[in-house]
């Protein structure tokens, strides 16, 4: 037993010890998780786990619209896919969390899509690039699926591989970043990335922005002593926050976007969420590298109120979802 004296730092109760040890206790009774269900739908929506990669533990949870099954025309209708990643700063959530099973659930379910939810490697144990890596292999994943090897029966059924969304909430949002410019770089044909959705993209660097310094501070929302502990933790040994994991828009990622074609790009930000400078900075750096980008921005919505019907409001959301509907209609 690790004597208390012993904790270096703890994370919205994910506590990391002097000898390495980390525990997740408090966290995962803080996030609760739920199983899969593909008998009984949740707000509009099936799903069941699936095994990405059995070495790094890398798992998805598919998700298919229940009106997808509910006729033999419905049936035969191909549908987009959403690769989506979650949030929790690199640290936190998994796929499983209730959270964001619902929230996947009723995506899904409005856009009409096959969304299928990533669950990454998380740090301090496994280190940044470790979650952008599981991603990417999860895109590698369908890559396979599309080429017809070992292929998901509701893939086979009901997935259009030709339209494909990369799709992630704060760090999942960055992570959707990576992975679409190393796509861009690789190839994955047959798959299509048509687009990508950033909700509150989770990007960081040295020097504090005006909308840190007035919203970082604030008891509502995501401190900056959490987005600081989040990058310390999952950032690579010796890095600071002016690595290009976390300070994405610098000239690295500059000249490697230059290079490629990168898909039309849907950022989502909130008015008075800390990091909205920085995600309409990663706007316009991705316009600037000659690229399209839609800047939606949610008066008064801190960096996770989308997440929560209850703070955004039925309206909100119904906002969020015909905004997002109409950009994958300008994608296909």
Known sequence: ??????????????????????????????????????????????????????????????????????????????????????????????AASVLYHDCCCKIASRLQAILISVDYRLAPEHKLPAAFDDCFSALKWLQAQASKTHQD???????????????????????AAEVALRAASEGVKPVQIQGLILVVPFFGGIERTNSELEHGYSVEDVPLSVTDACWAASLPEGADRSHRYCCFMG???????EIVRMPPSLVVTGSRDPLRDRQVQFADFVRKAGHRVTLLEFDRCVHDDLLYPEVTGEAGLDQAYLSMQHFLSQCF
Not at 36 to 64: C, H, M, P, Q
Not at 157 to 169: E, P, Q, R, T, V
Not at 251 to 257: G, L
């Open 1 to 94: 037993m690790v004597a208390p004296s012993d904790l270096l730092y703890e994370i919205w109760g994910v506590k990391v010890y002097s000898d390495g040890t980390v525990d997740r206790t408090e966290a995962e009774q803080l996030l609760p998780t739920v199983s899969a269900n593909a008998e009984l739908a949740t707000a509009g929506s099936f799903s069941k786990d699936v095994v990405i990669d059995s070495s790094t533990g890398t798992w998805a949870r598919i998700y298919v619209p229940e009106s997808a099954l509910s006729s033999a025309e419905a049936r035969d209708t191909k549908l987009p896919i959403l690769l989506y990643f979650h949030g929790g700063g690199f640290v936190l959530c998994s």
């Open 153 to 175: 029966s509701w893939l086979s059924s009901h997935a259009d591989f030709s339209k494909c969304i990369l799709m992630g909430h704060s760090a999942g949002g960055t992570i």
């Open 251 to 257: 000239a690295e990622t500059q000249a490697a976007m």
